[in-house]
């Protein structure tokens, strides 16, 4: 009998033990506000029992209730009992987007240029850095040189070029703070000019995919994930930008090791929209018009109500017409930390499969339905397994992309 009760006390320490590292763990990983529907309740689809519940006062817990537009607070249960973690609760009026799935160009002009390299100028007294000794890093953005705006590559290169070695002044901006650095040209041997030793850029064009038009004020998000500059990684840092249409004729089949890519042209010159927002959940703007014929509103999902298990993606694989295909979800996790990488879906049709190989390079803003809702994008391929790649949740694109509300409204005061 004493065996038996050593047996049960030992086990009760174990369970206990476990069920408090899982508090910990979860109230570590699970975000810290949750958006739901009005009329609604926030349910979890995951493996673990998890249950949301309104704090009501005195200790007290309720059903989610409410009018849309109210903020709550919310307690998470473990077996809806045990308290997990204290939320916060906005209740919202349902969206209605139209997913698109359409290819779309992007021709972007960054915020002042961008430092991409620094390199060695060769003078008469050796080899020098002139940027790297005036402190200019990679991703540094110039704004202006004494006092002169810099708008292209050209600019600074003429800056340059005519300092005739005299000091200048470059503003610049690190990370959203402007600082001013003094910087001195040399005297090139190689042909005679001064130089700074950058190496800068001042645009950047390509090819993605539209994932939503919003039918209530012509805005649109695409791509899932941030324009970032090739050499240094950067966000790059939008001054202004124009969406074009885009004609797919062709795919490269992605293979393991060697992802894939949508082939593709400009259809016109004549911009169908404007890019006003870069930023790590993908791009957005306004458009003149729909993208996708004949398509139909539906829900945009909160990230809690993603489930593993069928859906499908809207993408364009000829021409400017999307198809629907089936993918799995296999996996949800809304306690990621990554606003990128929210799910993990396998391409499961078998034309998707045969024609692409499965996910490619070009399908980044393509809209993942699931139970007749907008719940994500695809974002990223895995180099060594093209059937398989990470996707957004649809929340994170629209709620970050409010900036643009901002913004807009900036520009109009």
Request: some cysteine; charged content about 20%.
């Amino acid at each position: 009998m004493k065996k038996c009760i050593k047996i049960f006390t030992s086990l009760t320490a174990v369970v206990l033990t476990a069920l408090f590292g899982l508090t910990i763990y979860l109230d570590m990983t699970l975000p810290e506000t949750y958006y739901v529907v009005d009329g609604q309740t926030v349910s979890f689809h995951t493996q673990i029992p998890l249950e949301m519940k309104e704090e009501a006062g005195n200790g007290r817990t309720a059903a989610v209730s409410g009018n849309a537009n109210a903020t709550k607070t919310g307690k998470i249960m473990l077996f809806g009992i045990i308290p997990v973690k204290s939320t916060h609760i906005d209740v919202v009026e349902e969206k209605m987007l139209i997913p698109c799935g359409t290819p779309f160009g992007i021709k972007m002009f960054t915020d002042g240029v961008l430092v991409v390299g620094v390199n060695e100028v060769i003078t008469d007294s050796g080899s020098k850095n002139p940027a790297k000794e005036a402190g200019i890093k990679l991703g540094d953005s110039i704004i202006s040189i004494d006092g002169t705006e810099m708008l292209s590559n050209e600019d600074v290169g003429e800056a340059v070029s005519s300092s005739n070695g005299k000091t200048l002044k470059v503003c610049l901006k690190r990370d959203g703070t402007e600082m001013t650095v003094e910087l001195k040209p040399v005297l090139s041997n190689s042909d005679g000019k001064y130089k700074a030793g950058i190496w800068v850029r001042d645009s950047s064009a390509g090819i993605g995919t539209v994932t939503y038009y919003d039918p209530a004020n012509s805005c649109f998000g695409g791509l899932g994930h941030a324009i970032c500059d090739v050499d240094t990684g950067d966000i790059l840092p939008l001054m202004s930008g124009e969406v074009v249409d885009v004609n797919i004729n062709g795919v490269t089949k992605g293979q393991k090791g060697a992802p894939g890519e949508l082939r593709g042209s400009f259809v016109s010159r004549t911009a169908m929209g404007s890019l006003l927002l870069n930023n790590e959940t993908g791009v957005f703007g306004v458009m003149d018009y729909c993208p996708a014929k004949n398509a139909k509103a539906m829900p945009l999902a909160m990230k809690q109500e993603v489930k593993t298990g069928k859906a499908t993606i809207l993408t364009t694989l000829d021409g400017q017409t999307p198809k629907e295909y089936e993918i799995r979800i296999e996996k949800a996790n809304i306690g990621s930390t990554n606003m990128t990488k929210n799910m993990v879906i396998e391409v499961t049709d078998p034309e998707l499969l045969e024609k692409a190989g499965g996910i490619v390079q070009g399908m980044s803003g393509s809209p993942i339905i699931q139970d007749g809702k907008l719940v994500g994008a695809v974002t990223h391929v895995l180099i060594n397994d093209p059937t398989k790649g990470y996707g957004i949740f649809a929340e994170n694109m629209y709620t970050f992309s409010k900036d643009l509300e901002s913004n807009e409204q900036n520009t109009a005061a």
